[in-house]
Nanobody, 115 residues
């Protein structure tokens, strides 16, 4: 079991940057994959980026080249650096811990891209 707490969201202008953090209540070293997902109003939750324990990454096509997922094992924290933000990136962003047969979610954090 793991508790996940997201932080770093907020309001940003188009073209701006934000860094989301996901603090886990236990070591993330043995977790199969950590990831970020998002859900816009009226839309389904979608994958943004994942990072496996082996270091492999996967990104949604819509964020490739703009977003970067990383982790600090010593701090049990996963990050999502978001650059060149667009209005269509507006959503609630959720952190996910995937244990392969079970997964856990954070409570979500709002990111709004607007002028």
């Amino acid at each position: 079991q793991v508790q996940l707490v997201e932080s770093g969201g907020g309001l940003v202008q188009p073209g701006g940057s934000l860094r989301l953090s996901c603090a886990a209540s236990r070591s993330i070293l043995s977790i199969y994959a950590m990831g970020w997902y998002r859900q816009a109003p009226g839309e389904q939750r979608e994958l943004v980026a994942t990072l496996t324990s082996g270091g492999s990454t996967n990104y949604a096509d819509s964020v490739k080249g703009r977003f970067t997922i990383s982790r600090d094992n010593a701090k049990n924290t996963v990050y999502l650096q978001m650059n060149s933000l667009k209005p269509e990136d507006t959503a609630v962003y959720y952190c996910n811990a995937d244990f392969r047969f079970l997964s856990y979610w954070g409570q979500g954090i709002q990111v709004t891209v607007s002028s």
